[in-house]
């Protein structure tokens, strides 16, 4: 069992930056690939970034690319998203996920069904 808390969500302007971070316990994380969504009000919980459980390979959605930057340190077992240039539109909470695989398997998921984890997540909120 992976327990995933995420922290660094706030109140920011727009074209200002915010770093997340989800930190993972229970288990070693080493083997886990990783992903950030967000949800703003309504039904839908899109992908954000996703990255394989050694860093090697990462994804990211259309409306975020070139903007937000996903990482990890698989010996402090967090994960990060660097969101820069922030928009009124990134406006969401945003949920770290875990999906535990085998070390052959060094691949990104960007659909939510991939992932066993979540966190509780984390508000953030763009000003215009």
């Known amino acids: 069992q992976v327990q995933l808390v995420e922290s660094g969500g706030g109140l920011v302007q727009a074209g200002e930056s915010l770093r997340l971070s989800c930190a993972a316990s229970?288990?070693?994380?080493?083997?886990?690939?990783a992903g950030w969504f967000r949800q703003a009000p309504g039904p839908e919980r899109e992908f954000v970034a996703a990255?394989?459980?050694?860093?090697?390979?990462?994804g990211y959605a259309d409306s975020v690319k070139g903007r937000f930057i996903i990482s990890r340190d698989n010996a402090k077992n967090t994960i990060y998203l660097q969101m820069n240039s922030l928009k009124p539109e990134d406006t969401a909470v945003y949920y770290c996920?875990?999906?535990?695989?085998?070390?052959?398997?060094?691949?990104?998921?960007?659909?939510?069904?991939?992932?066993?984890?979540w966190g509780q997540g984390t508000q953030v909120t763009v000003s215009s």
């Open positions: 996920a875990a999906r535990r695989g085998p070390y052959s398997d060094d691949s990104y998921y960007s659909f939510r069904g991939a992932y066993d984890y």
């Open positions: 229970g288990r070693t994380f080493n083997s886990y690939a």
């Open positions: 990255i394989s459980w050694s860093g090697g390979s990462t």
